[in-house]
């Protein structure tokens, strides 16, 4: 969390369009979906790797890539 605040403070995202947001699984689906709810105004770019059951929390707006061959 200290790493996402510090990317709004120091407006990293006017340089690096780009988030990858991983290991959430500690905090609860519905504060994970508003976390990346608030992001995606923020980045260009926003990636998100979720458990199932977390990504069931978010709206059917977003791409989903569900497998990689």
Not at 44 to 53: F, H, Q, S, T
Request: proline share 4%; hydrophobic share 50%; glycine share 2%.
């Amino acid at each position: 969390m200290f790493a996402l605040a510090g990317y709004l403070v120091h407006d990293v995202h006017e340089t690096v369009p780009f988030v990858l947001l991983d290991s959430l699984e500690a905090i609860d689906s519905d504060r994970i979906a508003r976390v990346v709810d608030y992001f995606r105004s923020h980045a260009d770019y926003l990636v998100a790797a979720l458990l199932p059951e977390d990504a069931a929390a978010l709206p059917d707006e977003y791409a989903y890539v569900e497998q990689i061959d």
